[in-house]
């Protein structure tokens, strides 16, 4: 039996993942802050698939947070045959209306926590000779979309240039880059979704079968829905000067600060 560690697995993309892989019989290692709601899902998940569910409190935020969760990534005793980096939020405002400490929250949890946790797996996976990363990205890494767009597309670079270092050795790294999918994501970060039109929006279980099956395909990007396969299409050959008025308003709503 393998075993995966979610990040943000209590809600939205990361439950999706967590309710997918306990069916398929996987052990899960559930990562987020809310102790209650980790315990009350891993109880769910045992019930519901007899799988065994391990609850991990951390805030990935801070450094002592990712510590934990790496230590347990590096436990070579019980390995983690697949990682899902997902947790990751939006700060409300634009570029200069956030709060640095927030901005620098961001890049933690959507870069720093990304790069020590996969490096955390990846050291022993590469010795096991098996074992696969999913970096929860967004289309935003490909447009101009604020210093959320930008950190995500670090975690594109990033993912892209591990999954060639590491070619060859048995481990399979992958950004999923999703488009809008209805979640918590866009209240806790207080932005309006009245701008979207309704066939943005994906369902998180759709896009998480996809994302596992692309990565059983050996993709390193995954853009896991053919109108997102279409848009991004139409994206590279826009001059980015245009792009930026349309890319950075929808979905970029703010209530009062
Ligand atoms: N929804 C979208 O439209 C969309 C589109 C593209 C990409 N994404 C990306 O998909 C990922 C998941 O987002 P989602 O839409 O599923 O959001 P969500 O429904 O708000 O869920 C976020 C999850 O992350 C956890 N989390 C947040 N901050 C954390 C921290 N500091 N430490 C540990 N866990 C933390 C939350 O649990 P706790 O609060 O208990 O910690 C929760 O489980 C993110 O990386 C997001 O950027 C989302």
């Excluded at 995966?4 to 899960?28: D, E, K, V, Y």
Aim: hydrophobic fraction near 45%; charged fraction near 20%.
């Amino acid at each position: 039996m393998t075993t995966a560690l979610i990040t943000g697995a209590t809600a939205g993309i990361g439950a999706a993942f967590a309710r997918r892989l306990a069916s398929q019989g996987h052990n899960l290692v559930l990562v987020a802050r809310d102790t209650a709601r980790l315990r009350e899902q891993a109880t769910e998940l045992h019930d519901r698939h007899g799988i065994e569910a391990e609850v991990l409190s951390a805030d990935l935020s801070t450094d002592a947070g990712i510590e934990a969760v790496a230590k347990r990534l590096a436990d070579r005793t019980h390995p983690v045959d697949l990682l899902v980096n997902n947790a990751g939020f939006g700060n409300k405002g634009r570029y200069l209306e956030v709060p640095m400490a927030d901005e620098l929250t961001m890049l933690k949890v959507h870069c720093e926590a990304v790069l020590r946790l996969t490096s955390a797996a990846t050291a022993g996976m590469k010795e096991r000779g098996r074992g696969g990363v999913i970096n929860v990205a967004s289309v935003a890494a490909f447009v101009p979309r604020g210093t959320y767009g930008a950190s995500k597309a670090w975690v594109v670079q990033f993912t892209q240039g591990a999954a060639k270092d590491l070619a060859g050795s048995g481990v399979r790294l992958m950004a999923l880059c999703p488009g809008f999918v209805r979640t918590e994501f866009h209240e806790r970060a207080g932005m309006g979704t009245g701008n979207i039109p309704g066939w943005m929006w994906l369902d998180a279980d759709k896009l998480v079968a996809t994302a596992l099956a692309d990565l059983a395909r050996g993709k390193s990007v995954s853009v896991p829905d053919p109108r997102y396969k279409a848009l991004m299409g139409l994206v590279k050959v826009t001059p980015r000067g245009l792009l930026g008025g349309v890319t950075s308003r929808t979905g970029r709503k703010y209530g009062p600060q």
